[in-house]
T-cell receptor
Framework: QKEVEQDPGPLSVPEGAIVSLNCTYS??????FMWYRQYSRKGPELLMY??SSGNKEDGRFTAQVDKSSKYISLFIRDSQPSDSATYLC????????????WGLGTSLAVNP | DGGITQSPKYLFRKEGQNVTLSCEQN?????MYWYRQDPGQGLRLIYY???????QKGDIAEGYSVSREKKESFPLTVTSAQKNPTAFYLC????????????FGPGTRLTVL
């Protein structure tokens, strides 16, 4: 079993839809959770960063962490064609400041 | 503008040749990382460095080498010992001691013919 599981999709939604992207993990020591967006043939871009549990909102993006269920989510409201990309989750524990553990990424297409 | 640069964007080499990929950052970050990305396999860590003149192997270091002589620079050499070098290579950096995420360069697409 991988430490981080992420459904690769592809996920296809109409413009304006609410998108939910998810990752599950097995290591209860993970404390830092990140979401990255990667456009085709580009480097990943850090979208959201959350420490421990709870929600964090930034514009149309909301990140949620449920440590009791070992489950993290990224919600995108009013999705736009420019949101079409691969979304990667990453996480690490407090004791290991060096390595991130990555999901495989979910491919999202927002159709006009 | 602060950021991470990788050069070249595309690189073609013949099988059996060593090749060096450049990574430079002006973010004043202490830690730097090299990843390889293949379709369906996500990001895999090759090498990382926490401080100048020190680096550690990641999960797939065989066939690769690095140096960290300057804080700003972390070049990666893909040697002829790497059995399947064709991939997208990503460099990243981070402030050590911070829980925040890594910041990535634009990547280098290496194709070995």
């Amino acid at each position: 079993q991988k430490e981080v599981e992420q459904d690769p999709g592809p996920l296809s939604v109409p413009e304006g839809a609410i998108v939910s992207l998810n990752c599950t993990y097995s290591n209860s020591a993970f404390q830092y959770f990140m979401w990255y967006r990667q456009y085709s043939r580009k480097g990943p871009e850090l979208l959201m960063y959350t420490y421990s549990s709870g929600n964090k909102e930034d514009g149309r993006f909301t990140a949620q962490v449920d440590k009791s269920s070992k489950y993290i989510s990224l919600f995108i409201r009013d999705s736009q064609p420019s949101d079409s990309a691969t979304y990667l989750c990453a996480m690490k524990d407090a004791g290991n400041n060096r390595k991130l553990i990555w999901g495989l990424g979910t491919s999202l297409a927002v159709n006009p | 503008d602060g950021g991470i640069t990788q050069s070249p964007k595309y690189l073609f080499r013949k099988e059996g040749q060593n090749v060096t990929l450049s990574c430079e950052q002006n973010l004043n970050h202490d830690a730097m990382y090299w990843y390889r990305q293949d379709p369906g396999q996500g990001l895999r860590l090759i090498y990382y460095s926490q401080i100048v003149n020190d680096f550690q192997k990641g999960d797939i270091a065989e066939g690769y080498s690095v140096s960290r002589e300057k804080k700003e620079s972390f070049p990666l050499t893909v040697t002829s010992a790497q059995k399947n070098p064709t991939a997208f290579y990503l460099c990243a950096s981070r402030v050590t001691g911070s829980g925040e995420g890594q910041f990535f360069g634009p990547g280098t697409r290496l194709t070995v013919l």
